[in-house]
C-alpha cells in the first residue's frame, strides 16, 4: 500500500506561482517513479509531469514545459512541482501519483499509476 497526500494548492494570480507537494507513505517510496496528473471541470484527467525513482529522468507536458519543475526527496519521501508562470487554463485539480507496477504504456498514461492521492485545487485567476 501506498498513500499520497497533496498539499499546497490554493487560489493565485495569473503569472503567479505555486509550489505542490505529494507526501507518500507506506511501500518504500524510493524505488517508485511518481507522476503529477490535473483534472479540470468537465474534462478528463491529464499528464502534466513525471519523475523516475532516483530523480535522474523527467518528462513533461507540452503546455508545461519551462514553466512547471518535479522534483523529489527520497529521504523525506516527498515529491514536489513548483509551477510557475501560471495560466487559468492551469486551474484544475491536481493529483500525485505513484507507478509500482510495470508497464507497456505511455508515462503519460493514468493507467500506469497504481495508486493517487486525494487532489488538491488550483484557481488561477486572470
Known amino acids: 500500500q501506498v498513500q499520497l497526500v497533496e498539499s499546497g494548492g490554493g487560489l493565485v494570480q495569473a503569472g503567479g506561482s505555486l509550489r505542490l507537494s505529494c507526501a507518500a507513505s507506506?511501500?518504500?517510496?524510493?524505488?517508485?517513479?511518481m507522476g503529477w496528473f490535473r483534472q479540470a471541470p468537465g474534462k478528463e484527467r491529464e499528464f502534466v509531469a513525471r519523475?523516475?525513482?532516483?530523480?535522474?529522468?523527467?518528462y513533461y507536458a507540452d503546455f508545461v514545459k519551462g514553466r512547471f519543475t518535479i522534483s523529489r526527496d527520497n529521504a523525506k519521501n516527498t515529491v514536489t512541482l513548483q509551477m510557475n508562470s501560471l495560466k487559468p487554463e492551469d486551474t484544475a485539480v491536481y493529483y500525485c501519483?505513484?507507478?509500482?507496477?510495470?508497464?507497456?504504456?505511455?508515462?503519460?498514461?493514468?493507467?500506469?499509476?497504481?495508486?493517487w492521492g486525494q487532489g488538491t485545487q488550483v484557481t488561477v485567476s486572470s
Open positions: 519523475i523516475s525513482w532516483n530523480g535522474g529522468t523527467t
Open positions: 507506506g511501500r518504500t517510496f524510493s524505488s517508485n517513479a
Open positions: 501519483a505513484a507507478q509500482i507496477a510495470p508497464y507497456t504504456g505511455g508515462y503519460y498514461d493514468t493507467r500506469r499509476y497504481n495508486y
